[in-house]
């Protein structure tokens, strides 16, 4: 079995016009998020032990405010090809993955995030995942390369974000 978690950058600022999309940072209110599903997720479970995360400044600063919580030892890799990334790329990326990992975190953006949350199960549809929102799937193969072509859909084991009270 392996583990995906799903991420999505906490909120952003959008008060500096000169800024590029990619450039934009957390708000106040994505700087107080983040902290708070890291200590959220440092009580699951399942703990990501290798974080493959967008290039974006907001996705970036997501991931370190996010794994600052946590006590498990992870490898963290920036890629440029997770910035606004399809459901079809970032199973790409997670299928070059070594199977040494058993439990990846994939940070990044809406829609592709949430349209890869919904591919991978054929039950519960996300409408959208909130920013800062967390899903953990079980994936019911031994080997990441397989993860493009499950034969069974994955099994969804939690799905947090800030808002919701615990």
């Known amino acids: 079995m392996k583990h995906l978690i799903i991420l999505r950058h ?3 600022n959008w ?17 107080n998020a983040a902290p708070i599903m890291g200590k959220r997720l440092s009580m699951k479970p399942i703990q990501p032990q290798i974080v ?8 970036q600063a997501t991931a370190n405010k996010v794994l600052a919580q946590i006590s498990q030892k992870y490898e963290i890799q ?13 199973l790409d990326i997670i299928s070059k993955i070594s199977d040494n990992y ?3 975190m994939i940070v990044g953006h809406n829609p592709g995030l949430t349209e890869l949350a919904n591919d991978l199960m054929d039950e519960y549809h996300f409408p959208n995942i ?5 899903v953990t799937y079980e994936l019911n193969i031994s080997h990441w390369n397989d993860i493009t072509s499950m034969s069974s859909p994955a099994k969804l084991l939690d799905y947090d974000y800030p808002k919701k009270t615990l």
Do not use: E, W
Request: with cysteine.
């Open 78 to 90: 920036f890629l440029k090809s997770l910035y606004h990334a399809y459901p079809d790329n970032i």
């Open 52 to 59: 493959l995360c967008s290039t974006a400044a907001r996705a």
């Open 10 to 12: 906490a909120k952003s």
């Open 102 to 104: 058993q439990n990846i």
């Open 130 to 134: 909130p920013t800062a929102g967390l």
């Open 15 to 31: 008060s500096d016009l000169s800024l590029s999309d990619h450039d934009r940072p957390l708000n106040q209110r994505g700087k």
